[in-house]
């Protein structure tokens, strides 16, 4: 298919329609024809994959570096993978880092039938239990966080500080995020729809490229139904502010369109003093992937501070 063909099928956004067509066309040329561009990852940690075998389950697992517990939970249809460059940086800072992949994605596996938030968070809880982690700083990204919060709720023993990237629930996207949203969740969605969802995802459309580089890997779109039902059967008031004393940073892109920043604000208050919030300028929904480094970078700062207190 020639690029004009691709410029003609997609809709062009306001501002800046012309860069945001070319950026997700050549984007859509790579990824529709199969081809990869060439890229050299420098993996500074050794990485142990491994099963944890539960009462239902079987979650997959991913650990490197050494040090105090870092758990990463991932977004929505994603597998842990896309937080590699994160796992990474927080490895070479001096942390145990290990990425779980919910039920339904990745090698994890599980009955699908009744499945909530609770469900997925005594997986996690499991997994921590299991490798002997002890209590963990617990990360969460997009639907991860919801886990992330569920889990300080239940399990607060597990739990030594929450962090959230992407911290959504009250304030809802606007329509064409939403729309957004929804084909990113849809396992039937085409690979053009899931590109062009994706200026919605994040800040500057320069970075679309590299990013779509990142998740196609990480695209677990058969894990939808049992997220999307266990998000369902789950209501706001069992996740969204856990009581207690865990401490929580709130880490968000300034410019996220589908967990609009007045959910962090409105997290904080109704944690109160518990709660530290950080706004990343220039970063979208995809802020671990916009800005890795950074977002490495605020968590780390943030421990630090805990262990210091």
Same mark, same amino acid.
């Given at each position: *298919?020639?690029?004009?063909?691709?410029?003609?099928?997609?809709?062009?956004?306001?501002?800046?329609?012309?860069?945001?067509?070319?950026?997700?066309?050549?984007?859509?040329?790579?990824?529709?024809?199969?081809? %990869?561009?060439?890229?050299? %990852?420098?993996?500074?940690?050794?990485?142990?994959?491994?099963?944890?075998?539960?009462?239902?389950?079987?979650?997959?697992?991913?650990?490197? @570096? !050494?040090?105090?517990?870092?758990?990463?939970? &991932?977004?929505? %249809?994603? %597998?842990?993978?896309?937080?590699?460059?994160?796992?990474?940086?927080?490895?070479?800072?001096?942390?145990?880092?290990?990425?779980?992949?919910?039920?339904?994605? /990745?090698?994890?596996?599980? &009955? +699908?039938?009744? =499945?909530?938030?609770?469900?997925? +968070?005594?997986?996690?809880?499991?997994?921590?239990? @299991?490798?002997?982690?002890?209590?963990?700083?617990?990360?969460?990204?997009?639907?991860?966080?919801? =886990?992330?919060?569920? #889990?300080?709720? +239940?399990? &607060?023993?597990?739990?030594?500080?929450?962090?959230? #990237?992407?911290?959504? /629930?009250?304030? $809802?996207?606007? $329509?064409?995020?939403?729309?957004?949203?929804?084909?990113?969740?849809?396992?039937?969605?085409?690979?053009?729809?899931?590109?062009?969802?994706?200026?919605? *995802?994040?800040?500057?459309?320069?970075?679309?490229?590299?990013?779509?580089?990142?998740?196609?890997?990480?695209? +677990?779109?058969?894990?939808?139904?049992?997220?999307?039902?266990?998000?369902?059967?789950? $209501?706001?008031?069992?996740?969204?502010?856990?009581? /207690?004393?865990?401490?929580? #940073?709130?880490?968000?892109?300034?410019?996220?369109?589908?967990?609009?920043?007045?959910? /962090?604000?409105?997290? !904080?208050?109704?944690?109160?003093?518990?709660?530290?919030?950080?706004?990343?300028?220039?970063?979208?929904?995809?802020? $671990? #992937?916009?800005?890795?480094?950074?977002?490495?970078?605020?968590?780390?700062?943030?421990?630090?501070?805990?262990?210091?207190?």
């Amino acid at each position: *298919m020639t690029f004009k063909r691709f410029a003609g099928l997609l809709p062009t956004c306001c501002g800046v329609p012309q860069l945001i067509a070319v950026i997700i066309c050549v984007a859509a040329l790579n990824l529709l024809s199969g081809c %990869t561009a060439s890229r050299t %990852t420098e993996k500074t940690n050794n990485v142990t994959e491994g099963v944890i075998k539960l009462a239902d389950s079987n979650i997959e697992y991913f650990s490197r @570096g !050494q040090g105090e517990a870092i758990v990463l939970l &991932p977004a929505g %249809t994603l %597998t842990v993978q896309y937080l590699d460059a994160v796992a990474n940086a927080l490895a070479s800072s001096g942390y145990r880092v290990v990425g779980i992949n919910f039920r339904g994605s /990745g090698k994890s596996t599980g &009955p +699908s039938a009744g =499945v909530t938030l609770q469900t997925m +968070s005594d997986d996690v809880a499991g997994v921590i239990q @299991g490798l002997k982690l002890g209590s963990a700083h617990v990360v969460g990204n997009d639907f991860g966080n919801r =886990v992330a919060r569920l #889990l300080d709720s +239940s399990h &607060p023993e597990l739990t030594r500080s929450v962090i959230l #990237l992407a911290a959504g /629930g009250k304030v $809802p996207p606007g $329509p064409a995020a939403q729309h957004a949203l929804d084909v990113m969740f849809n396992p039937a969605s085409s690979k053009l729809e899931v590109l062009d969802s994706m200026r919605y *995802m994040v800040f500057n459309p320069a970075d679309i490229p590299r990013i779509i580089e990142t998740i196609k890997p990480c695209r +677990s779109p058969e894990a939808a139904g049992i997220e999307d039902a266990a998000a369902k059967a789950t $209501p706001l008031a069992a996740w969204w502010a856990p009581p /207690g004393k865990t401490k929580y #940073l709130i880490l968000q892109g300034a410019q996220d369109q589908i967990a609009p920043p007045e959910n /962090g604000a409105l997290l !904080q208050q109704d944690l109160g003093e518990r709660a530290t919030l950080v706004n990343v300028p220039d970063a979208g929904h995809l802020l $671990p #992937l916009e800005k890795p480094q950074a977002t490495a970078d605020h968590i780390a700062s943030f421990i630090r501070q805990l262990d210091a207190q």
